[in-house]
């Protein structure tokens, strides 16, 4: 198996790493092109992998291709490549509001198509993709692909209506989680915490709050309830963040969210 990536940015990056770091394949299986000739070379220096010299080597030489342009230059990179894909390919699209109908418009051919909607974790293997495949992805090529997300995190298939929440609750979500991190260590900092030592204990804090989530099942408010004491600190704090609007602003910001990724 060759995977081909149409463009190396930061998705891109992020899902080569996962890929290289399981082992499913060799660095020197992954080929790619970007038009940028510094985020090629960063790909190929950072991570060993197949520089090409154009889309159209890319797309001749992959078995599995991932198109990883933003969904602006979706169209224009379709045009270029559809007479040379092959109805054997798998084609995997990572843009939001590219829905299969769309793309199966532009490509103008049967191809099997895979629309997936993943996220920067995969860098270290705890991504989560979301996945819808075309009429003509058979099973045995949706293990295939199922396969290739679980080296970087998991994969997970859905129903195509409801990729717009998915850019909103995991895609985009990595960026609010930062901001309150970085957040969480200013207050540490503003409590006499060392920065580094900030961020350690902030993102700490995250990371087993989320695992809490995944492997207790119990519900978060239940488990939000078990950290506040009667009386306690925690309580003051969560006066605060519902006074502030704390949950609203996530809700009212997802939508906006997920109101792009329908436009787009
Ligand atoms: N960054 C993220 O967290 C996520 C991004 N996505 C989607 O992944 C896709 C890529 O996003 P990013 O990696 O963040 O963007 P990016 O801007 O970092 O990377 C896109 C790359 O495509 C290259 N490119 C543009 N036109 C090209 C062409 N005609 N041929 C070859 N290369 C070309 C650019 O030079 C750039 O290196 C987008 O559709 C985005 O919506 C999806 C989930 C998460
Ligand atoms: O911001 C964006 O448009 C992309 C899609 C999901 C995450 N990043």
Redesign the pocket.
Known sequence: MRIGF???????LAIIGGIIKNGLVKAGDIIA????EE?LKKAVDNFGIVGTRN?IETVKEASVLFL????Q?YE??IE?IKEAVSDSQLIIT???GKTLKWLEEKFARELKIIRT????PALVGAGITAVTPNKNVTPKDLDLAMDIFNTFGSGEVISENLMDAVVSVA?SS?AYVFMMIEAMADAAVLDGMPRAQAYKFAASAVYGSAKMVLETGKHPASLKDMVCSPAGTTIEAVKVLEKEGFRSSLIEAMAACSKKAREL
Do not use: L, R
Request: charged share 15%; hydrophobic share 35%; proline share 13%.
């Open positions: 149409i463009g190396t940015g930061n998705m891109a092109f970007d038009k940028s985020n889309n990883a342009v933003k969904p230059f224009e990179v270029e990572i843009a939001p909607m993943p996220n920067t895609s990595p």
